[in-house]
């Protein structure tokens, strides 16, 4: 069973950076899509962005287009999201998630189209 570990969450000042981490345990098939969704309290989980493995498909949210960049290692199984010029808003549990690619589609923020969670790391942002 694949499990997806995630780490780098923390406490930040607006404006600051953060690199999250999602280690997954075992193999990823590469007919996979990964990524990052958030949940804020009182919120419902949405999509922040997401990659194939392949690297061939990729998505933001417009939320935060510009200032996210998804990454991945394939040869350490991981996948990475680089968060700068972070903002309150951008305070949530991140969780990093996985699914099978349906052929001839691209990877999207659908949460329904991920069925591997992590268990979430947190993210802070003070004004």
């Known amino acids: 069973q694949v499990q997806l570990v995630e780490s780098g969450g923390g406490s930040v000042q607006a404006g600051g950076s953060l690199r999250l981490s999602c280690a997954a345990s075992?193999?990823?098939?590469?007919?996979?899509?990964m990524g990052w969704f958030r949940q804020a309290p009182g919120k419902e989980r949405e999509g922040v962005a997401v990659?194939?493995?392949?690297?061939?498909?990729?998505y933001d949210a417009d939320s935060v287009k510009g200032r996210f960049t998804i990454s991945q290692d394939n040869a350490k199984n991981t996948v990475y999201l680089q968060m700068n010029s972070l903002k309150p808003e951008d305070t949530a549990m991140y969780y990093c998630a996985a699914g099978a690619r349906r052929l001839g589609t691209s990877c999207s923020l659908y949460r329904g189209a991920y069925n591997l969670w992590g268990q979430g790391t947190q993210v802070t942002v003070s004004s």
């Open positions: 990659l194939s493995r392949t690297g061939d498909s990729t």
């Open positions: 075992g193999s990823i098939y590469v007919s996979t899509c």
